[in-house]
């Protein structure tokens, strides 16, 4: 059976604002198959320390910290994430969840997951 791939938006293209409170995002991935990993997309901005990400309570990876020493606080940086397809709900929602910065308040927008589907 050949393997496909879907993808799901978790987050558009508004900015959301990540204060103090970690922020949980739900999102489907129905009908989720294959033994291939599964990738995340966050575009960042004004990170200031590296932080976990999670799906499902599991940890996938971090958001890396930009050199406070470049001038891009307006800008959004694309950070990548793969992490095994195990960990995404083949029914129901998953969850997102980024960490609260204890530095200053970040950004993210345009979060995209690509995952594989049987045809």
């Given at each position: 059976?050949?393997?496909?791939?879907?993808?799901?938006?978790?987050?558009?293209?508004?900015?959301?604002?990540?204060?103090?409170?970690?922020?949980?995002?739900?999102?489907?991935?129905?009908?989720?198959?294959?033994?291939?990993?599964?990738?995340?997309?966050?575009?960042?901005?004004?990170?200031?320390?590296?932080?976990?990400?999670?799906?499902?309570g599991k940890?996938?990876?971090?958001?890396?910290?930009?050199?406070?020493?470049?001038?891009?606080?307006d800008a959004?940086?694309?950070?990548?994430?793969?992490?095994?397809?195990?960990?995404?709900?083949?029914?129901?929602?998953?969850?997102?969840?980024?960490?609260?910065?204890?530095?200053?308040?970040?950004?993210?927008?345009?979060?995209?997951?690509?995952?594989?589907?049987?045809?």
């Amino acid at each position: 059976m050949p393997i496909v791939s879907d993808f799901i938006t978790v987050i558009g293209n508004d900015h959301v604002l990540i204060t103090d409170v970690e922020r949980d995002f739900p999102f489907g991935t129905g009908g989720r198959e294959g033994n291939r990993n599964a990738i995340i997309f966050i575009m960042v901005r004004n990170l200031r320390e590296t932080l976990p990400v999670k799906i499902n309570g599991k940890h996938i990876g971090d958001l890396t910290a930009y050199d406070p020493s470049w001038d891009f606080q307006d800008a959004c940086f694309t950070q990548i994430l793969t992490f095994p397809r195990s960990y995404l709900k083949v029914q129901g929602n998953n969850e997102l969840e980024l960490e609260s910065s204890t530095t200053d308040n970040y950004f993210v927008k345009n979060v995209q997951c690509f995952f594989h589907q049987n045809a």
